[in-house]
């Protein structure tokens, strides 16, 4: 899953004032927890970057939650924002909000965190010179502006007047400004230093990532002496491993192992639906997949109820209609479903396929590839496309990537040889409570610039781009569901995307692991204002 955690959440300054009012972080309690142990976690994908600032995806993130600390945190359960380095906060007027920063707080090198280092890691980001891939979620920033050492105003652009930032993804994570510009930010990447509860020792490539407990936290004292993140691809060595004991917690579980392991005393099953989002991108950049028609031969030429449901079998994962998962309002599932989403039908396929080759759109010898990372679900869903496409007509084969390089392919690496046979591929998408935090940055044409990880298919509609600015700047949410209704009616109609899946967060769980609890934004928290994850060596 691309991260893609964007959770640049849309808060009335009215209600964020009130949410500031939250007052003292509070310590998390664990009454009865073990202090101690090593907690071991099997992650599906490798790791890429380290850096905050850069890191866009959901498995770096699972390091970055513990290593870093953000501004505010999501309350698991409401899905509000609440304090965290930040003891509060307050609205000065529609385009200042004023964080008041908890004093004392040491970065894992001993210096201290204060508003210069909050400061610093937003200007950085947002500064487009810098080149992070994580640039459009603070597209809305003017600037962050130090007040005192530990206050920092945040200052937003005249059009985001009304937005008010969340600050909660791991991307916005606090760097410490001195120690970067001694380091550099390469050296940075590959060994970062925050100031969360958990400090970074050593980095194995394509194997491991090692934690350690930051004996001076200052929001709790963590209960792990150790925390390891072991990369296992496969995901049936990993429910082997998880089986054994090899690891505490799998990232991910397969359907066809749900109910066994539920059976298992020593393995909790642990569910919910996520606010995620997986599709097949086209890129819209070039020939064939600039041609409506081509679009539709694909989506035409696969039966999606069917493929998804031979993947997680209603247990792991649901059919998609459009980029807003159905537990969010302004999702639009029925119409997207009854008006908007292509049936099965390998006839007019093949009929576009042969239109599209008469007219030479489609080259002579031409074969096209559907490109994912590696992950079972997606390489067993572009197999299950590029079955379908040989049936009517288009030569189309698989390329599974390791995770890395997949990146650095849709984002048009220039050095990526594959760049240029780039016709669709597999991706995902994580967001926040707001559905700004998927149609926005996958289909305004701010956001189709190389080395973006978010709108992949280069679409540009200038409706489309209005549709989402007004919503992004209007404070009448019933509006803005009519708003984002209707952009989503003209994106699915022009078929830039065949939605996939929406996937069920399903993690197994060693039942000595206690105080865990699954994100629905995908990630993985082992200490926060909310949870101290703990081992009982005794179950």
Same mark, same amino acid.
């Given at each position: 899953?691309?991260?893609?955690?964007?959770?640049?959440?849309?808060?009335?300054?009215?209600?964020?004032?009130?949410?500031?009012?939250?007052g003292e972080t509070s310590k998390p309690s664990t009454p009865g927890a073990k202090v101690g142990g090593t907690l071991t976690i099997g992650v599906s994908q490798d790791f890429k970057d380290?850096?905050?600032?850069?890191?866009?995806?959901?498995?770096?993130?699972?390091?970055?939650?513990?290593?870093?600390?953000?501004?505010?945190?999501?309350?698991?359960?409401?899905?509000?924002?609440?304090?965290?380095?930040?003891?509060?906060?307050?609205?000065?007027?529609?385009?200042?909000?004023?964080?008041?920063?908890?004093?004392?707080?040491?970065?894992?090198?001993?210096?201290?965190?204060?508003?210069?280092?909050?400061?610093?890691?937003?200007?950085?980001?947002?500064?487009?010179?810098?080149?992070?891939?994580?640039?459009?979620?603070?597209?809305?920033?003017?600037?962050?502006?130090?007040?005192?050492?530990?206050?920092?105003?945040?200052?937003?652009?005249?059009?985001?007047?009304?937005?008010?930032?969340?600050?909660?993804?791991? @991307?916005?994570? %606090?760097?410490?400004? !001195?120690? *970067?510009?001694?380091?550099? &930010?390469?050296?940075?990447?590959? +060994?970062? =230093?925050?100031?969360?509860?958990?400090?970074?020792?050593?980095?194995?490539?394509?194997?491991?990532?090692?934690?350690?407990?930051?004996?001076?936290?200052?929001?709790?004292?963590?209960?792990?002496?150790?925390?390891?993140?072991?990369?296992?691809?496969?995901?049936?060595?990993?429910?082997?491993?998880?089986?054994?004991?090899?690891?505490?917690?799998?990232?991910?579980?397969?359907?066809?192992?749900?109910?066994?392991?539920?059976?298992?005393?020593?393995?909790?099953?642990?569910?919910?639906?996520?606010?995620?989002?997986?599709?097949?991108?086209?890129?819209?950049?070039?020939?064939? @997949?600039?041609? %409506?028609?081509?679009? !539709?031969? *694909?989506?035409?030429?696969? &039966?999606?109820?069917?493929?998804? +449901?031979? =993947?997680?079998?209603?247990?792991?994962?649901?059919?998609?209609?459009?980029?807003?998962?159905?537990?969010?309002?302004?999702?639009?599932?029925?119409?997207?479903?009854?008006?908007?989403?292509?049936?099965?039908?390998?006839?007019?396929?093949?009929?576009?396929?042969?239109?599209?080759?008469?007219?030479?759109?489609?080259?002579?010898?031409?074969?096209?590839?559907?490109?994912?990372?590696?992950?079972?679900?997606?390489?067993?869903?572009?197999?299950?496309?590029?079955?379908?496409?040989?049936?009517?007509?288009?030569?189309?084969?698989?390329?599974?990537?390791?995770?890395?390089?997949?990146?650095?392919?849709?984002?048009?690496?220039?050095?990526?040889?594959?760049?240029?046979?780039?016709?669709?591929?597999?991706?995902?998408?994580?967001?926040?409570?707001?559905?700004?935090?998927?149609?926005?940055?996958?289909?305004?044409?701010?956001?189709?610039?190389?080395?973006?990880?978010?709108?992949?298919?280069?679409?540009?509609?200038?409706?489309?781009?209005?549709?989402?600015?007004?919503?992004?700047?209007?404070?009448?949410?019933?509006?803005?569901?009519?708003?984002?209704?209707?952009?989503?009616?003209?994106?699915?109609?022009?078929?830039?995307?065949?939605?996939?899946?929406?996937?069920?967060?399903?993690?197994?769980?060693?039942?000595?692991?206690?105080?865990?609890?699954?994100?629905?934004?995908?990630?993985?928290?082992?200490?926060?204002?909310?949870?101290?994850?703990?081992?009982?060596?005794?179950?």
């Amino acid at each position: 899953m691309l991260r893609i955690t964007k959770v640049c959440i849309v808060l009335l300054g009215v209600v964020l004032a009130g949410w500031g009012a939250f007052g003292e972080t509070s310590k998390p309690s664990t009454p009865g927890a073990k202090v101690g142990g090593t907690l071991t976690i099997g992650v599906s994908q490798d790791f890429k970057d380290m850096d905050p600032r850069i890191a866009n995806s959901v498995y770096d993130s699972y390091v970055i939650a513990s290593v870093f600390d953000r501004l505010v945190e999501l309350d698991p359960y409401t899905l509000e924002p609440r304090p965290f380095v930040a003891k509060s906060w307050e609205v000065l007027s529609e385009d200042r909000v004023r964080f008041y920063l908890n004093e004392g707080i040491k970065f894992h090198n001993g210096d201290e965190l204060t508003a210069e280092d909050v400061a610093f890691t937003f200007n950085w980001m947002a500064n487009p010179a810098n080149n992070s891939p994580n640039f459009t979620e603070l597209v809305w920033l003017e600037q962050a502006v130090v007040v005192n050492k530990y206050t920092v105003d945040i200052v937003t652009k005249a059009d985001y007047a009304p937005w008010a930032p969340g600050f909660a993804t791991e @991307s916005q994570a %606090i760097v410490p400004m !001195k120690y *970067v510009l001694e380091v550099g &930010d390469a050296a940075f990447n590959q +060994f970062p =230093i925050g100031s969360g509860p958990y400090k970074f020792v050593e980095w194995r490539q394509g194997d491991r990532i090692i934690l350690e407990r930051n004996e001076n936290y200052w929001l709790v004292y963590p209960n792990l002496d150790r925390v390891v993140y072991r990369v296992i691809p496969e995901l049936s060595v990993m429910m082997l491993e998880l089986e054994a004991g090899g690891i505490d917690i799998a990232d991910n579980m397969p359907a066809q192992d749900v109910e066994r392991f539920r059976a298992n005393p020593k393995v909790e099953v642990l569910q919910v639906p996520s606010l995620s989002y997986f599709y097949v991108f086209f890129n819209m950049s070039r020939p064939p @997949s600039s041609d %409506i028609r081509y679009r !539709k031969a *694909v989506y035409m030429s696969v &039966d999606m109820d069917a493929a998804v +449901f031979s =993947i997680f079998q209603n247990l792991t994962g649901v059919r998609a209609y459009g980029c807003i998962p159905p537990r969010l309002w302004a999702s639009d599932v029925k119409y997207l479903k009854n008006n908007i989403a292509l049936q099965y039908d390998p006839e007019e396929a093949a009929r576009l396929i042969a239109e599209l080759k008469a007219e030479g759109v489609i080259p002579p010898g031409y074969k096209t590839t559907i490109y994912c990372p590696l992950d079972p679900r997606r390489t067993q869903l572009a197999t299950i496309i590029a079955t379908g496409l040989r049936e009517v007509g288009l030569d189309a084969d698989v390329q599974p990537l390791a995770w890395g390089p997949y990146l650095d392919l849709v984002y048009r690496s220039e050095a990526d040889p594959l760049a240029e046979s780039l016709d669709q591929g597999i991706l995902g998408w994580s967001g926040g409570p707001d559905p700004h935090d998927f149609i926005y940055y996958m289909f305004h044409s701010d956001n189709a610039v190389v080395g973006s990880a978010d709108n992949l298919s280069f679409y540009m509609n200038p409706l489309v781009d209005w549709l989402l600015l007004k919503a992004a700047t209007t404070l009448d949410q019933h509006l803005r569901e009519w708003l984002y209704t209707e952009a989503q009616r003209i994106i699915y109609g022009d078929y830039v995307h065949i939605p996939g899946y929406h996937y069920i967060e399903t993690r197994g769980v060693r039942t000595s692991v206690q105080g865990y609890n699954i994100d629905p934004l995908g990630n993985q928290y082992l200490c926060t204002p909310f949870v101290n994850v703990w081992i009982d060596p005794t179950r």
